[in-house]
Every structure is written in C-alpha cells, then in structure tokens.
C-alpha cells in the first residue's frame, strides 16, 4: 500500500556527450517551498545504516533526499498516530546515476543504508537539527520488519540504541489529506 505523503520524484536529466544536467531543486516542484538547510553524509563502508531518525515539533522535519555518490536503500516509516499506514514501510533505491529524489514529510522516521563504499547524500530539510528534540526508532525492530539489505550493518553508537516503535516517544497524529 502506498505511504500517502511520500513521494518519489525523477527529475528530467538532459544528456550529451559531455555528461549531463538536471535541476536538482526547483521551488514548488517537490511541493515544498520552505527547505532552510542542506546537509550533507559520507558513508565509506557498504552497509552503513544511518537512521530511523526524526525530530519531534516543533522542528520536526520534511527532508528532500538524493544521492550524489554511490547508492542507497532508503527507507520511511509511517509514525502518525491513527494513519492507516502507522507502522508500515517503504524502502526505495537512490543512486547517484538514477537521480532519484525522496521527499520524506514530517511524521515519518527515515533511514537508509549504504549499498556501495563511499556514498554520499545531500538532503534538503525544512527545520534546523535540535538535538533536544531528536528521537529514533531501531533499525532492527521486529515489528516493523525492514528488509535491510545487509543483515549485519556498520551503526553509530547512537543508532544502535533507539527504541522499537512501541517505546519510541512519537507526537505525529495523522490527518485526512483535505482536511
């Protein structure tokens, strides 16, 4: 079923014999027009799972994911209360050579693991980091039952401590899109 809010976006890549072009960030395009921060992750090691991560409000935060080296599996869960889709997961292949972009709204944890070494991704986010408000939920939580792609993954010490789902502290309550 699919994760209402989240969405894939494939930008237009124009291509020639020198290489190619693609407006990575248009405003109004993702239908996000407020992004106030980039950042930016290098991952050396294939199999480096950095997540599920989110930020309680009021900095919680809508991220715009791509890859510029290497590739992912990115993966969102849904984490508003009462949605129809609370608990479920979507994984999505980003690489830097299919120019795919996630846009991952508030109300949903976010990860995604290294496929390949040095792997670089950029993301767009709405709110600053507040490390007050930084929360997580466990790669490995059984009642999620993500589909890592590599079942023994290099982890921070950080995110080899989250809570399962059951325990997370979470505030997202889910609202009928038009209303």
């Not at 949605?83 to 050579?97: A, D, E, H």
């Not at 709110?127 to 590599?150: K, S, T, V």
């Amino acid at each position: 079923m699919p994760i209402e809010g989240v969405r894939l976006i494939e930008p237009k890549v124009y291509g020639d014999e020198r290489g190619f072009f693609l407006e990575s960030y248009k405003e109004g395009d993702s239908g996000q027009t407020d992004f106030l921060q980039d950042n930016h992750s290098y991952s050396r090691e294939p199999g480096t799972i950095r997540g599920l991560h989110y930020q309680l409000e009021p900095a919680a935060q809508t991220k715009l994911v791509r890859v510029i080296a290497g590739a992912i599996y990115d993966v969102v869960v849904d984490i508003r209360t009462g949605s129809p889709t609370y608990g479920c997961w979507q994984g999505y292949i980003l690489t830097s050579r299919n120019f795919r972009q996630l846009l991952v709204p508030k109300g949903f944890a976010h990860g995604f693991c290294t496929l390949v070494p040095d792997t670089e991704v950029l993301y767009k986010v709405d709110a600053p980091y507040r490390p007050e408000l930084d929360r997580g939920i466990a790669w490995n939580d059984p009642a999620l039952a993500i589909d890592w792609p590599f079942p023994q993954p290099v982890l921070s010490e950080k995110d080899g401590k989250h809570p399962p789902l059951s325990q997370a502290e979470i505030h997202f309550v889910w609202k009928e899109a038009g209303s």
